[in-house]
């Protein structure tokens, strides 16, 4: 995070207002630095790559195929592994055709400071795809340095994090820039029919939102121990997932997905506050500290000024029952919906059950419109939104850590900043202790 950024103390009123503000005046085009006219059909754009591992893979496949005349042109992370195995899956993926891929060695960057290489490498669009504690750095680089920016949830793991990103979204609408988000659900056909439905009255007054993410223990990172790393830092990185200052914790990493959609349900308006319940039941604790200070468990409730509540549940245990569901309540129906399954359906008043498009895949779609708006001259920033969520799902971390309820301005005005500062290889980073309710403090 960038230590210079002036204090905000935005309150709840001031964020809902100040997101709803238009961008400015849409340019007629957009001016890449090697192009004159990169809304031109022939032009051809270049795409840097930051954070290549897993669900980047899939980001940059997606991106690869979301336009004809695009390349792949430079790629980053902080491990030369993780560069090699991401290049060789894209490889593989587009063997028929090779020209969408032109990362010569020379372009190529290792290191803390590789996003800063790859934006200077003369790419026009960066996919941000690194653990989410980078983000608000990442993408605070990427606008000033004038790319469009897709970036994948969350987009930052704390209060300081979401205020630079604000600050970034703000100045990408002044430089006419994309910010595309990684929450899917958004962009699939299925989902933005069933909001249209509910936004437009199929279940009257909505009264209470649940969502539930029960999932698997996410033992990702087994052979990254003690023995083969050679930093406290290394190794934290290689296990991002199970600390806080770069995961967020499972609900802001994985379930803000859910999140995101009593968010939707809700127009994007912010809850008022929030009480929450969470911890380690299942996932090992110390002495070795390989799980990190993260839960494994969560229990939300969310209050919004017209007294509506919503409930949030997830967890990450493994033999047990798996669910990924959104129920909506209304004065007139209740809306059910399955993420992944295609099932959505609205009982009550107004029956209605979704038979659209199931091929669909809107990790797809995200790239695509994304593409389509910077070729258009009019790049999307769905940053107001993106941002919310974030911040939604970051202030149900704070009230389960804390054990007090947590007002949307107490989260937005936090000064706790969990990225370690004057960050580099051979620091010391002990392992921040597992929060305990009525004993960790709200900073």
């Given at each position: 995070?960038?230590?210079?950024?002036?204090?905000?103390?935005?309150?709840?009123?001031?964020?809902?207002?100040?997101?709803?503000?238009?961008?400015?005046?849409?340019?007629?085009?957009?001016?890449?630095?090697?192009?004159?006219?990169?809304?031109?059909?022939?032009?051809?754009?270049?795409?840097?790559?930051?954070?290549?591992?897993?669900?980047?893979?899939?980001?940059?496949?997606?991106?690869?195929?979301?336009?004809?005349?695009?390349?792949?042109?430079?790629?980053?992370?902080?491990?030369?592994?993780?560069?090699?195995?991401?290049?060789?899956?894209?490889?593989?993926?587009?063997?028929?055709?090779?020209?969408?891929?032109?990362?010569?060695?020379?372009?190529?960057?290792?290191?803390?400071?590789?996003?800063?290489?790859?934006?200077?490498?003369?790419?026009?669009?960066?996919?941000?795809?690194?653990?989410?504690?980078?983000?608000?750095?990442?993408?605070?680089?990427?606008?000033?340095?004038?790319?469009?920016?897709?970036?994948?949830?969350?987009?930052?793991?704390?209060?300081?994090?979401?205020?630079?990103?604000?600050?970034?979204?703000?100045?990408?609408?002044?430089?006419?820039?994309?910010?595309?988000?990684?929450?899917?659900?958004?962009?699939?056909?299925?989902?933005?029919?069933?909001?249209?439905?509910?936004?437009?009255?199929?279940?009257?007054?909505?009264?209470?939102?649940?969502?539930?993410?029960?999932?698997?223990?996410?033992?990702?990172?087994?052979?990254?121990?003690?023995?083969?790393?050679?930093?406290?830092?290394?190794?934290?990185?290689?296990?991002?997932?199970?600390?806080?200052?770069?995961s967020g914790d499972h609900i802001?990493?994985?379930?803000?997905?859910?999140?995101?959609?009593?968010?939707?349900?809700?127009?994007?308006?912010?809850?008022?506050?929030?009480?929450?319940?969470?911890?380690?039941?299942?996932?090992?604790?110390?002495?070795?500290?390989?799980?990190?200070?993260?839960?494994?468990?969560?229990?939300?409730?969310?209050?919004?000024?017209?007294?509506?509540?919503?409930?949030?549940?997830?967890?990450?245990?493994?033999?047990?029952?798996?669910?990924?569901?959104?129920?909506?309540?209304?004065?007139?129906?209740?809306?059910?919906?399955?993420?992944?399954?295609?099932?959505?359906?609205?009982?009550?008043?107004?029956?209605?059950?979704?038979?659209?498009?199931?091929?669909?895949?809107?990790?797809?779609t995200e790239h695509d419109?994304?593409?389509?708006?910077?070729?258009?001259?009019?790049?999307?920033?769905?940053?107001?939104?993106?941002?919310?969520?974030?911040?939604?799902?970051?202030?149900?971390?704070?009230?389960?850590?804390?054990?007090?309820?947590?007002?949307?301005?107490?989260?937005?005005?936090?000064?706790?900043?969990?990225?370690?500062?004057?960050?580099?290889?051979?620091?010391?980073?002990?392992?921040?202790?597992?929060?305990?309710?009525?004993?960790?403090?709200?900073?």
């Amino acid at each position: 995070m960038n230590p210079n950024l002036s204090p905000l103390s935005p309150n709840r009123r001031d964020f809902i207002k100040s997101s709803a503000v238009a961008g400015g005046t849409l340019a007629s085009a957009i001016h890449f630095p090697h192009v004159a006219n990169a809304a031109a059909a022939g032009d051809k754009i270049r795409v840097g790559w930051v954070g290549c591992g897993g669900r980047g893979t899939g980001a940059a496949n997606q991106t690869l195929r979301a336009d004809s005349n695009l390349e792949m042109w430079a790629m980053g992370d902080v491990f030369g592994d993780k560069i090699d195995s991401g290049l060789s899956s894209l490889q593989e993926q587009f063997k028929d055709d090779p020209k969408k891929i032109n990362v010569a060695q020379e372009r190529k960057f290792t290191g803390l400071d590789a996003f800063q290489k790859v934006l200077n490498s003369g790419i026009d669009v960066v996919l941000l795809t690194t653990s989410p504690g980078f983000r608000p750095q990442h993408i605070r680089a990427a606008i000033e340095a004038g790319k469009h920016v897709f970036c994948e949830k969350p987009m930052a793991v704390d209060g300081p994090g979401v205020r630079s990103v604000m600050e970034s979204i703000k100045l990408a609408k002044q430089k006419n820039l994309a910010i595309v988000d990684g929450f899917v659900w958004r962009w699939t056909t299925a989902n933005r029919d069933a909001y249209k439905k509910i936004h437009d009255g199929g279940l009257g007054d909505i009264t209470a939102v649940y969502s539930s993410y029960y999932t698997g223990a996410v033992d990702r990172y087994p052979k990254w121990n003690r023995t083969n790393t050679k930093t406290d830092l290394e190794w934290q990185i290689r296990r991002w997932y199970y600390f806080t200052w770069l995961s967020g914790d499972h609900i802001v990493e994985q379930a803000v997905h859910s999140i995101d959609k009593m968010m939707w349900t809700m127009k994007d308006e912010p809850p008022e506050s929030v009480v929450c319940t969470g911890g380690r039941q299942v996932r090992p604790g110390e002495p070795g500290g390989e799980y990190g200070n993260i839960y494994d468990h969560f229990a939300a409730e969310y209050k919004w000024p017209n007294n509506v509540k919503g409930y949030h549940f997830s967890r990450q245990f493994d033999r047990c029952a798996n669910a990924n569901t959104d129920t909506v309540f209304g004065t007139k129906g209740v809306y059910e919906g399955e993420s992944g399954s295609k099932r959505h359906v609205i009982t009550g008043e107004n029956r209605w059950r979704w038979n659209g498009d199931k091929t669909q895949n809107g990790y797809q779609t995200e790239h695509d419109e994304l593409y389509a708006s910077i070729r258009a001259g009019k790049p999307i920033n769905t940053g107001d939104r993106m941002i919310k969520t974030t911040l939604c799902a970051i202030m149900a971390r704070m009230a389960a850590y804390t054990g007090k309820e947590i007002t949307w301005e107490m989260a937005l005005n936090s000064k706790e900043d969990l990225f370690p500062k004057d960050i580099h290889w051979d620091m010391k980073l002990p392992v921040a202790p597992v929060a305990r309710p009525g004993q960790t403090p709200f900073i």
